[in-house]
């Protein structure tokens, strides 16, 4: 039996892409499947997944400085076949395993230096020095993995030029999260929802004014980022329509979707987002109801494509007003684009097709020479 080893001090351990997608299906497949992350959670043994724990970071400063000494120590001390990591600023422990004559894997989820222009405490001055230096360090590293790993097309795309070994493995949802849809429609709420990181880019406050003008509720759940911009939100007219339900969790997501006419996904124009494929717009087809989205040209080709919901300019207030009022006012044709997303899911975007080209990917280093 082969060991593999994913490693991440980033995310949580049961990260959906990570632990839910990644590591169980290795499982399935045969692999001995480790993984280590900093929660301080203990160690344990889920789903045939071997999960290490190096500690909870106080702070980004010490889990940047400190943590990967530690996460290095702990893998070298598992002795895998094959490591996978997950995070950008693991990209040195890469190396470092490259050097002693591992096979390492680079998961890149997001396109980082795009990802650059979003972050809110970097000064604007800053940002596209900022991200030149990011890309030109991540592409040098990036040289010498044994198999780069993306989430999309794009950020492959850009991978291809330093490293040929490099293939994507779309973040689509697992079916078997989605295999009934139990609510009939006519006792769904009157409600739209949003479900994910709470964040002024994600168009989260244009969505609560948007409800504010039809009187109609908004079900958001997800971790406010930062607290200023929950006390924007929280001030706005539109808050008496939220019900804020905070972080959830995958069930509480489900029930939250049951409940629901529709999915938000209206992210502003960003340069991370625009070639980007959001895993929540998957998740609201593959629970059967009509998607409202950001009209980029990569969003509208899946959503109008596939005849699943509207696609609006994410900072326009009353055209996303439209949009919900359109859904929320007629329930047949809500119905059937809720049931051409499903569609859509079932027939292209899960993971149950995805993890094909993860397992091959696997194939291809444990059947190199080198």
Known sequence: MKRVCHLSTVHKRFDTRIFIKECRSLVEQGY????????????????????????????KIQRLLFFPKKIL??????????????????????????????????????????????????????????????????????????????????????????????????????????????TPWEKKEEAVCYIGGIYEVRGIYENIEALAQLHRKLI??????????????????????????????????????????????????????????????????????????SNFELWKTIVEGSHCGICVDPKNISEIAHAVKLILDNDELSKQMGANGRRAVLEKYNWDLEKKALFEVYDKLINATS
């Open 32 to 59: 001995e499947v480790h993984l280590i992350v900093a929660d301080d959670l203990g160690e344990e043994k889920k789903d045939g997944v071997r999960i290490h724990n190096i500690g909870h970071p106080k702070g």
């Open 220 to 293: 958001l759940a997800g971790i406010f980022q930062p607290k200023e911009f929950q006390k924007k939100c929280e001030s706005s007219k539109g808050w008496q329509y939220v019900e804020f339900e905070g972080f959830v969790n995958r069930k509480e997501m489900a029930s939250i979707l049951a409940r629901s006419k529709a999915g938000l996904v209206t992210l502003h124009p960003t340069v991370n987002y625009i070639d980007s494929l959001p895993v929540k717009m998957f998740e609201y087809m593959a629970s059967g109801i009509p998607v409202i989205a």
């Open 73 to 182: 120590k702990k893998a070298i001390a598992i002795d895998a076949d094959i490591y996978h990591f997950h995070d950008p600023e693991l990209i040195f422990i890469g190396r470092r395993l490259i050097k002693k004559g591992k096979k390492v894997v680079y998961d890149a989820h997001e396109d980082v230096p795009r990802q650059i222009f979003t972050k809110p405490y970097l000064p604007k001055l800053l940002m596209r020095s900022v991200s030149s230096l990011v890309e030109k360090l991540e592409n040098g590293m990036a040289r010498k993995f044994s198999f780069i790993i993306t989430a999309t097309p794009h950020i492959k795309n850009r991978f291809l030029k330093v490293n040929k070994r490099t293939e994507v493995v779309h973040n689509f949802p697992s079916l078997s999260e989605y295999e009934e849809i139990t």
